[in-house]
């Protein structure tokens, strides 16, 4: 049974708190609150608390839990555009040989942390010294070391040397829906001695800021697939919409005009968020390998450095994620130009059917108006009996035994309407034709 000493764990979790595109001010009151809450919340999980002390951005503690002596530490740094926090708690039972069984005892003192959409992901250390340098009883250890601390074996391993001590990356598969914080990425670190932990604690600010951009890269890397897939569905949209040939819609032409305006406002703007994710990548990228670096020349002057297991997420990041955003923007920026078009043509489809509906309209105005104004023009003739005496109208106002000025009202009724629609229609006729001819030289130009 391997002697586990001295058993340390650490969460460095990240979020945003500036950038292009959103407002993080609801998730800074989350925090706020969540930081307020924390001495309450040492005081209920220990038995006994022995020291509390808060500043503005630092509550140290200790305490007993279950009669053995912890303490730790919640933290909280500004990098700039990202709010890190860390817990760090530690204890050192007396008994060794069982002291993984305290790990999830040392979890109860990290509270749920608040979780956002501007949350980057978060990260778990485990460490403390061990009395055994094999690699698989190590292995073994580390395996139930993460079963205690996140219920599930992990998916993904790399093993790598730091200052001596065996260090297991571990991590679980999430899905692309899945929060920042569901692959428990975890970082499981077997020194052989105190003074060589205590050397590593030197080097904490580093690890601190290594994972942070590590974090910014996966997070922009999974909201890439994100807006990929937004994207692709916005176009898909505006396809239907097109309109078919003949017997169009005015109106539904113009709902469509305005849906497909938005769809491509949002179309752009989301493109331009694919294009910063890529510099997000690139920026994060350069700085993870400077904070490797770093960590990778202080560790190897003090015992033998294997970083290989980090080394393997930069290959990641090079040769996968970064050409594949490259060939999303690449495949996708010419469907901007192809939304353009569609929607200038829907546009333009739309300015010719009102315009021929305007046109249409005006013309009913005109070959009403002529016939009305006929109409008039010969009901107001004053004599009509030239017309009264003709056969046909004689007979029908015998007939109808009609006085003269009856006879004479009923004639100018019904020549006027006669010769208004008549009119009217030679009025539309003229028109008619002289579209006709408009339309044909117009033909001829082109």
């Known amino acids: 049974m391997i002697n586990y000493s001295y058993i340390t764990l650490d969460l460095f979790a990240y979020t945003l708190i500036k950038g292009l595109g959103f407002d993080s001010s609801n998730s800074l009151k989350q925090y706020q609150h969540f930081w307020q809450q924390l001495p309450d919340y040492v005081n209920s999980s220990l038995h006994d608390v022995y020291g509390l002390k808060q500043s503005e951005d630092k509550l140290n503690f200790s305490g007993k839990l279950d009669d053995y002596p912890v303490d730790g530490s919640y933290q909280s740094f500004n990098l700039g555009d990202t709010q890190a926090f860390v817990f760090d708690h530690s204890a050192n039972p007396k008994d060794t040989q069982n002291s993984v069984n305290y790990l999830s005892q040392l979890k109860t003192l990290t509270p749920d942390f608040p979780t956002t959409d501007l949350t980057l992901g978060q990260t778990w250390m485990i460490s403390g010294w061990v009395s055994s340098s094999q690699e698989d009883e190590l292995e073994n250890l580390a395996q139930t070391l993460y079963k205690t601390l996140v219920g599930q074996e992990w998916d993904h391993q790399r093993i790598g040397q730091f200052m001596g001590a065996t260090v297991f990356e571990v991590w679980r598969s999430p899905q692309l829906s899945d929060k920042p914080i569901a692959n ?31 974090h910014k890269i996966w997070y922009a890397y999974t909201y890439s697939r994100q807006l990929k897939q937004e994207l692709q569905n916005e176009f898909n949209q505006i396809l239907p919409s097109f309109p078919t040939p003949g017997g169009y819609d005015l109106d539904k032409l113009k709902r469509d005009l305005n849906n497909n305006r938005h769809i491509l406002f949002r179309y752009s703007q989301k493109l331009n968020l694919l294009a910063n994710q890529q510099q997000t990548i690139i920026t994060n990228f350069y700085n993870y390998q400077n904070y490797l670096n770093l960590i990778e020349t202080q560790a190897t002057k003090r015992g033998t450095t294997k970083l290989t297991f980090l080394n393997a997420f930069s290959q990641t990041v090079e040769k996968h994620y970064q050409p594949q955003l490259e ?22 489809i739309v300015e010719i ?48 035994q009609l006085s003269k000025p009856q006879a004479n009202f009923v004639v100018s009724l019904n020549v006027s309407i006669f010769a208004g629609v008549w009119v009217a229609i030679f009025t539309a006729i003229v028109i008619k034709l002289g579209e006709l001819l408009r339309s044909n030289k117009s033909s001829e130009r082109r």
């Open 353 to 400: 059917e009102q315009a021929q509906r305007d046109r249409n309209f005006q013309n009913n105005i005109a070959i009403v108006g002529v016939g009305l104004g006929t109409a008039s023009i010969l009901a107001s003739v004053p004599d009509l009996e030239m017309i009264t005496e003709l056969p046909p109208v004689n007979a029908y106002i015998s007939h109808w």
């Open 184 to 214: 428990s990425h975890t970082l499981i670190i077997f020194y052989t001695n105190d003074k060589q932990m205590e050397a590593a604690g030197k080097l904490y600010r580093y690890w601190l800021n290594l994972l942070c951009h590590r």
């Open 327 to 348: 060939q999303d923007i690449a495949s996708l920026t010419p469907s901007l130009g192809t939304l353009q078009g569609l929607t200038d043509t829907v546009r333009g």
